[in-house]
């Protein structure tokens, strides 16, 4: 008769490791208000997402109720992301990332991006709110060569994003610094020195992507729409977000900032036409999910984009 297998080795460090990991995950769920909207569950919502509650659903079904085709804005808003990621590894050899306000995971990510350049890319996300904290561990998917961390940080204390970002990030070296739809959730002077805070800790040869909703485009459908969420947006027209660049002696890249869909599209995108009788039952989120963005247009943006080098 064989021996039976030994029974498994348990640790001290690891048993303490796995109570302090529980209590961790029991104050993020206590931080987790279910009963009023959250930004990162609408923008999951408008991508088809499922990591949303109720309430945010229904806002943004009202928010669609006034623009039916806001949901492009943030599809084209990740889609911006993807070629901005890609710009910056093949172009520019970026290899580490510090992607602050990243909201719930959305494949492809900027670790899965930028490994199809360079498997051996570094990435922090930073976000501060408690549902995308709950789903980190989603996000911590680091290849053998590559290493991806989270970390539990406001935009406004941008000294401890910087502190807590060394622990994975070279800062004596190149950063991409992502900025992409967290800045019109901020209030200036404060945006204007939490961007400068971090770009005077990056080093020549670093860079930013970086997206804004604006009143420039579309005001006649985005205000309605924004005001149906219940949300409080800063909206910056195309000089102020230029001159979060400018001011910090950024370099764009051409063309510039730019309404998101227009800045070097590459070929990617689809449609999917959809006759009456294959949405029956279904609602406007539920429809998004299933159209493609190629049948974008000009008056469906309202969100510029940019990249930019620091000289």
Known sequence: MADSAPPPRTSPDLDKDTEADAETAARVRDRIDTTRPHPSRVYDALL??????PVDRAVTLKSLERNPRGYLDVRHNRDFIRRAVLHLTREAGLRQFLDIGTGLPTSPNVHEIARSVVPDARVVYVDHDPVVLAHARALLTGGPEGRTSYLDADLRDPHAILYGARAT??????????LAAILHFME???ADETVGTLLDALPSGSAVFLTHLTPDLNPGTLLPALRATGLDFTLRTHAEVL??????????????????HRWRPDGTWHSTDLEPEDTTGQDALEVAARRGIGDVRDEDINIYGAVALKP
Do not use: F, I, K
């Open 48 to 53: 088809g997402g499922r990591n949303h509650y």
């Open 169 to 178: 990030l070279d800062l004596e070296q190149p950063v991409g610094l992502g």
């Open 243 to 260: 001159r979060l660049l400018t001011d910090n002696g950024l370099t764009p890249v051409a063309p510039g900032v730019v309404p998101v």
């Open 188 to 190: 200036s002077p404060a």
